[in-house]
Antibody
Framework: QVQLQESGPGLAKTSETLSLTCTVS????????WSWIRQPAGEGLEWIGR???????DYNPSLKSRVTMSLDTSNNQFSLKLSSVTAADTAVYYC???????????????WGQGIPVTVSS | DIVMTQTPLSLSVTPGQPASISCKSS???????????LYWYVQKAGQSPQLLIY???SRFSGVPDRFSGSGSGTDFTLKISRVEAEDVGLYYC????????FGQGTKVEIK
């Protein structure tokens, strides 16, 4: 059974960098693209970006200038860094399994439970 | 950027009655591989979203057959043939042909 678990600080300071990690179990990080998605309280889902095991990433154009994603294949983890955060970045952040790398499949069939992050001065 | 527009944003349904949600994309979601990358997800209270329908009309594993998807190009529909209490939640369409974009979400509640 594939499982994803987000981890990281639940609080970030305005103008600083938010850093989160997603640990994957039950699947190899090299098998799929991996995405981050966020949801402000009471609002809808916003895709942040995705990363492939090569380190290549695709990002939401509205966040691209502030987002960096990376992978740690040795620990089967992938990470999100969002710089220059403001209160508008306060949200629940989800990691999810994206499209398979080598075969046909589906997008976002497995999700983490989500981690709430608050940005405050 | 591809914009996804869902209607209605809220739906109140009597148990046993059908429900329908529309999703329109600003560009065609038909890919050169012949597949149309339109997905539906549901988010129940306090939970992570879960996949319902992929590529317009294919039900994901374990999804009841009262859920069905249809459409092509830029116009898509999710239908619940007979709504049950457990279907309450937020329903999102998403395009996967160019990056990823979600619709605003449709809240389904029981009358």
């Amino acid at each position: 059974q594939v499982q994803l678990q987000e981890s990281g600080p639940g609080l970030a300071k305005t103008s600083e960098t938010l850093s989160l990690t997603c640990t994957v179990s039950g699947d190899s990080i090299s098998s799929h693209y991996w995405s981050w998605i966020r949801q402000p309280a009471g609002e809808g889902l916003e895709w942040i970006g995705r990363v492939f095991f090569t380190g290549i990433g695709d990002y939401n154009p509205s966040l691209k200038s502030r987002v960096t994603m990376s992978l740690d294949t040795s620990n089967n983890q992938f990470s999100l860094k969002l710089s220059s955060v403001t209160a508008a970045d306060t949200a629940v952040y989800y990691c999810a399994r994206d499209y398979p790398a080598w075969v046909r499949g589906v997008i976002f069939d497995y999700w983490g439970q989500g981690i709430p992050v608050t940005v405050s001065s | 950027d591809i914009v996804m527009t869902q209607t209605p944003l809220s739906l109140s349904v009597t148990p046993g009655q059908p429900a329908s949600i529309s999703c329109k994309s600003s560009q065609s979601l038909l890919n050169s591989d012949g597949k149309t990358y339109l997905y539906w997800y549901v988010q129940k209270a306090g939970q992570s979203p879960q996949l319902l329908i992929y590529e317009v009309s294919s039900r994901f594993s374990g999804v009841p057959d009262r859920f069905s998807g249809s459409g092509s190009g830029t116009d898509f529909t999710l239908k619940i043939s007979r709504v049950e209490a457990e279907d309450v939640g937020l329903y999102y369409c998403m395009q996967g042909i160019h990056l990823r974009t979600f619709g605003q979400g449709t809240k389904v509640e029981i009358k």
